[in-house]
């Protein structure tokens, strides 16, 4: 069956440390995989997208690996700060010719001053 | 430049009546996503509509609910006779176009209860 995994546990970090999700995938052939930031109440915020046949991309404090053997996605956040406490989903593309997003529960996290 | 606006933000039904929920996406906007989210669950999918179009409807419960993109106006997500099992937040997002690159911009969502 087809899956999407994200650690169900909530990640408890201090901050300065780098925080690291885990996306796992099963049956699943993504196009692309995007990361998303929701925090409570609200919707989710758009924050990286990575392609394929990408291995790895950047903005500011965040870093995302995709490992298309593997089926696997690492979501980094450096010198995290108790600001980035949210749940953190990751979300796949099919390659359906229009984007919409399978998501995994997400994963929640807590970064302690 | 206003986001994706939804409306009501909370929605109080009893069993049996009909719920209306209204997306306007980002201006611009012409791709719209509805989505569900409930207690303890990731998001799902829904359905994916074009003005005027409902692309792809697959995640959508087969009975009592129905989507629909007027060429004016908001999208609706309308479910007839709720059950408990409808409650949940439901969350529309657009984007500028179909492909695949693109981020999906999210509202607040509405929170639906059934009483």
């Known amino acids: 069956s087809q899956k999407i995994e994200q650690n169900s546990e909530a990640l408890n970090i201090q901050e300065g440390k780098t925080a690291t999700l885990t996306c796992n995938y099963t049956?699943?052939?993504?196009?692309?995989l995007q990361w998303y930031r929701q925090d409570p109440g609200r919707g989710p915020v758009f924050l990286l997208l990575i392609r394929e046949n990408e291995k790895e991309k950047r903005k500011e404090r965040l870093k995302v690996t995709f490992d298309t053997t593997l089926k696997q996605s690492l979501f980094h956040i450096t010198a995290s700060q108790p600001a980035d406490s949210a749940t953190y989903l990751c979300?796949?593309?099919?390659?359906?010719?229009?984007?919409?997003?399978?998501f995994g529960k997400g994963t929640m996290l807590l970064v302690s001053p | 430049n206003a986001g994706v606006m939804q409306n009501p933000r909370h929605l109080v039904r009893r069993r049996g009546q009909e719920a209306r929920l209204r997306c306007s996406p980002m201006?611009?906007?012409?791709?719209v996503y509805w989505y569900r989210q409930l207690p303890e669950e990731g998001l799902k999918f829904m359905v994916y509509?074009?003005?005027?179009?409902?692309?792809?409807e697959s995640g959508m419960p087969k009975e009592r609910f129905s989507a629909e993109f007027p060429k004016e106006g908001p999208s609706i997500l309308r479910i007839q006779q709720v059950v408990r099992g409808d409650s949940a937040a439901y969350f529309c997002a657009s984007s500028p176009t179909s492909m695949q690159k693109d981020e999906q911009f999210f509202g607040p969502g509405t929170r639906l209860t059934v009483l």
């Open positions: 979300a796949l593309v099919m390659n359906s010719g229009y984007s919409t997003l399978t």
């Open positions: 201006k611009g906007h012409s791709h």
């Open positions: 509509l074009q003005k005027e179009n409902i692309i792809d």
């Open positions: 049956n699943y052939s993504p196009a692309y």
